[in-house]
């Protein structure tokens, strides 16, 4: 049994491990040290490494794997270590999609638990997908993602495969259940790693059909606001049922529920399917998202639903624009993402990727430079 000291240290998304990359970046760029990083690459592998069901992409095994390979190429010895992880990730990944096709049988409906980025199928698919791109196991996760596109019935109402019957979150009751859109636990997650499966050639029987599947969901539940247009964060029965969203305006723009994130996973949609068409109708969506309107709305300086986010997200989406809108917004994208860095303190609770300055950090570090990270590590925001 682990303690919670050991839970939290290989957390990806508020522990040591997030920190552990942001300096393993900075060590890569030249504005931080080798021996800064590898302190905090033991800070976060001191504790017996997590395996169990429960471990995704920012928590346990994967996490940590997903760590020693951003330090593997300058220090080899992390390599063994790295791949080692990998076969565990492997059997996790294996007994998951065990447990999933278990439930599909009992006619239950997922959880984000099962499917999602954070912790879910769709998170260790990332992983895989990364590192592990030929094996039989990122296939079945590709072939699971595909399946929750397909409907189906409960009580004689047809829903979608990914739909869930608890709430997003425990203050936001969704009676009934809900679908939701966003890319941390949504559709636009689901979309973004079929995409990049298929952008780097990956594929199974049905995911060019799930693709537009979920591109068709997104076009079917579009709204246009004075703003531009934008999507619910999620449906419940009810908005099922009447074909609409009870809220009449957009959630603030956000990687992580808002049409950032979702414009960023259509564009990569596009790409992967030759749709230029749709591609700059993403592109249109996201840049109306950065207007000051917009970004004023905006009070936190984090990845998962601040500035950061937005930046890294804007950030990999001008790289493959059709047009240079994008790009000329990232000048006061990023001094906005500067401004906002100030709040943040040096406790360890702000200390994470998700919320907190590790992942602040990182977007600060694609500011100062005029290529990709090199570590890869917005990877796990699936939106590259």
């Given at each position: 049994?682990?303690?919670?000291?050991?839970?939290?240290?290989?957390?990806?998304?508020?522990?040591?491990?997030?920190?552990?990359?942001?300096?393993?970046?900075?060590?890569?760029t030249?504005?931080?040290s080798?021996?800064?990083?590898?302190?905090?690459?033991?800070r976060?592998v001191?504790?017996?490494?997590?395996?169990?069901?429960?471990?995704?992409?920012?928590?346990?095994?994967p996490?940590?794997?997903?760590?020693?390979?951003?330090?593997?190429?300058?220090?080899?010895?992390y390599?063994?270590?790295?791949?080692?992880?990998?076969?565990?990730?492997l059997?996790?990944?294996?007994r998951?999609?065990?447990?999933?096709?278990?439930?599909?049988?009992r006619?239950?409906?997922?959880?984000f638990?099962?499917?999602?980025?954070?912790?879910?199928?769709?998170?260790?698919?990332?992983?895989?997908?990364?590192?592990?791109?030929?094996?039989?196991?990122?296939a079945?996760?590709?072939?699971?993602?595909?399946?929750?596109?397909?409907?189906?019935?409960?009580?004689?109402?047809?829903l979608?495969?990914?739909w869930?019957?608890?709430?997003?979150?425990?203050?936001?009751?969704?009676?009934?259940?809900?679908?939701?859109?966003?890319?941390?636990?949504?559709?636009?997650?689901?979309?973004?790693?079929?995409a990049?499966?298929?952008?780097?050639?990956?594929?199974?029987?049905?995911?060019?059909?799930?693709?537009?599947v979920?591109t068709?969901?997104?076009?079917?539940?579009?709204?246009?606001?004075?703003?531009?247009?934008?999507w619910?964060?999620?449906?419940?029965?009810?908005?099922?049922?009447?074909?609409?969203?009870?809220?009449a305006?957009?959630?603030?723009?956000?990687?992580?529920?808002?049409?950032?994130?979702?414009?960023?996973?259509?564009?990569?949609?596009?790409?992967?399917?030759?749709?230029p068409?749709?591609?700059?109708a993403?592109?249109?969506?996201?840049?109306?998202?950065?207007?000051?309107?917009?970004l004023?709305?905006?009070t936190?300086?984090?990845l998962?639903?601040g500035?950061a986010?937005?930046?890294?997200?804007?950030?990999?989406?001008?790289?493959?624009?059709?047009?240079?809108?994008?790009?000329?917004?990232?000048?006061?994208?990023?001094a906005?993402?500067?401004?906002?860095?100030?709040?943040?303190?040096?406790?360890?609770?702000?200390?994470?990727?998700?919320?907190?300055?590790?992942?602040?950090?990182?977007?600060?570090?694609?500011?100062?430079?005029?290529?990709?990270?090199?570590?890869?590590?917005?990877?796990?925001?699936?939106?590259?």
């Amino acid at each position: 049994m682990l303690t919670p000291a050991e839970v939290a240290g290989q957390s990806l998304a508020k522990g040591p491990v997030g920190t552990a990359l942001l300096h393993v970046e900075r060590a890569w760029t030249g504005s931080g040290s080798w021996d800064t990083a590898q302190a905090h690459i033991r800070r976060a592998v001191t504790s017996p490494v997590d395996a169990a069901e429960h471990a995704g992409l920012y928590y346990g095994a994967p996490a940590i794997a997903f760590l020693l390979h951003t330090a593997a190429d300058r220090h080899p010895r992390y390599r063994a270590a790295a791949d080692a992880l990998d076969q565990h990730v492997l059997h996790l990944a294996h007994r998951r999609l065990a447990t999933a096709a278990a439930r599909i049988e009992r006619g239950e409906p997922t959880t984000f638990a099962e499917y999602d980025l954070f912790y879910g199928l769709t998170g260790i698919g990332a992983l895989l997908l990364r590192h592990s791109p030929g094996s039989d196991v990122l296939a079945g996760i590709l072939r699971y993602v595909v399946g929750l596109t397909e409907p189906r019935r409960q009580d004689g109402v047809e829903l979608a495969g990914w739909w869930v019957a608890h709430d997003p979150d425990e203050i936001l009751p969704t009676p009934g259940g809900h679908l939701n859109f966003g890319m941390a636990h949504g559709a636009a997650g689901l979309l973004a790693l079929l995409a990049l499966a298929t952008i780097h050639d990956h594929t199974v029987d049905g995911q060019h059909t799930a693709i537009a599947v979920l591109t068709d969901w997104f076009d079917r539940w579009r709204q246009d606001g004075e703003d531009g247009p934008w999507w619910p964060q999620w449906i419940t029965r009810e908005e099922l049922r009447t074909g609409r969203p009870a809220r009449a305006a957009p959630g603030r723009p956000s990687w992580c529920y808002g049409s950032v994130g979702i414009a960023r996973a259509q564009q990569l949609a596009a790409l992967a399917t030759g749709d230029p068409g749709r591609q700059e109708a993403a592109e249109d969506v996201l840049a109306a998202s950065l207007t000051d309107a917009q970004l004023d709305r905006i009070t936190e300086p984090g990845l998962c639903h601040g500035i950061a986010g937005i930046y890294q997200t804007t950030y990999r989406a001008a790289c493959d624009a059709r047009t240079p809108a994008l790009t000329q917004r990232l000048p006061a994208l990023a001094a906005r993402l500067a401004e906002h860095a100030g709040s943040l303190g040096d406790q360890a609770d702000e200390a994470g990727l998700l919320t907190g300055s590790a992942g602040v950090g990182l977007a600060l570090e694609t500011t100062r430079r005029t290529t990709p990270p090199h570590t890869g590590w917005d990877a796990c925001l699936l939106i590259t």
